[in-house]
């Protein structure tokens, strides 16, 4: 079967499970035909990301883009009416017209490689694109709505439910972010399904035991450095184990808008040689420091708009790799954590 994947930024580091899943399709025997509105924002890969047999396409410059746009209208081929529709009811803020006009370069090149069904993650910029795809061209889609993207980003329940209305199904990562979604876009509820996100268990060869020693205890957690990934409450819980004279050490993978305010934190409670600040990082990186820790921590929790981590993938790869995890009662992760 040839399946087509839309998104909105491809690659990002920290969206293993995409890779996971499309890689996983391949290894079955499906052709992926992959998309994205954008390129990275970095040119760090993970490794596995090599046996990614489809090439990635990204959606043009502007000037190409308005050549199609032209080539649309004479043709009768562009959404007219469902571009005015989206900019009286959505506004300006929501970019209808450049949302149709990178859709026409998406149906050219699901059009012309015969792809019968296409896929977006996350409820955002891809989404939108995608209801003009399949205005266009009748090509439908579906949706994974991961936590985030419909919680905050989006920021309108109305085009969220429009979203889902035009999807064929929507897929929610956990039953919590399935509950809620359902609960905002009631119409389309008997089309939200559970699809808990998986990992490719060949990547997380299971450590030696230990023996003890009396050196620190290690702990490692992951994540962007953005408020609902509750970094600032990890350092404030190791501030409270050095203030009892527990030795450890602790070691945070990622990088993001707070890594200033955060190692500010770090500096006012005197824990520069306990909390180490990695940065980004590739897969087989964070897998040697899984190896190497002894304890996976994530300190999840809402930040000021209601976003906040639904399901963890990194979790599941902790617990893959038969680490202990202490974390939060947030979202999606008591169905991970027990």
Known sequence: ?????????????????????????????????????????????????????????????????????????????????????????????????????????????????????????????????AVFVKAISGIPFSITAHGQDFMSDLGNDELLRELCASAEFVGAETDYSRDMLAARCPESRDKIFRVYNGIDLTRFPIAQAKQHSVGPIRFLSTGRLVPFKGFDILIDACAQLHNRALNFACEIIGDGPLRTDLAARVAQHNLHERIHFAGEQSQNYVLRALRNSDIFVLASAPDERGASDIFPTVIAEAMASEKPVVSTTVAGIPELVA
């Open 1 to 129: 079967m040839r399946l087509g994947y839309l998104y909105s930024r491809y690659p990002v580091l920290s969206q293993t499970f995409c890779d996971a899943e499309m890689l996983e399709l391949e290894r079955r025997g499906h052709e992926i035909v992959l998309a994205s509105l954008y390129p990275p924002k970095t040119p760090l890969r993970h490794e596995y990301l090599a046996k990614l047999q489809a090439p990635i396409r990204y959606a043009p410059s502007s000037r190409d883009l308005d050549k199609l746009a032209r080539k649309a209208k004479r043709l009768g081929r562009w959404p007219n009416a469902l571009v005015s529709r989206h900019e009286n009811k959505y506004g300006a803020d929501y970019k209808a017209a450049l949302r149709a006009r990178n859709a026409l370069f998406f149906v050219e090149l699901f059009e012309r490689e015969h792809v019968p069904h296409f896929h977006v993650h996350f409820a955002n910029r891809a989404a939108h694109t």
